[in-house]
């Protein structure tokens, strides 16, 4: 029964990629809010490369 359990846990896998958009002004709170509502999927981390004109990314996760 515990193999059981294991092995189930183990054959789920995380697919994560990074998304990138250009944003005029980048702050990470914006930054944030831009990726929840431009992905549906799980953000799990948002940062600004830079502030003027600078991109916005976005890393979501889907669980398969």
Known sequence: ??????????????????????????????????CQHRWYYKVTQSWCDGVFFGFCNCKICIVI
Do not use: A, P, Q
């Open 1 to 34: 029964m515990v193999m059981l359990v294991l092995l189930g846990s183990s054959m789920t896998t995380e697919n994560c990629e990074i998304k990138r958009d250009m944003m005029t002004f980048c702050i990470k709170s914006e930054c944030l809010y831009h």
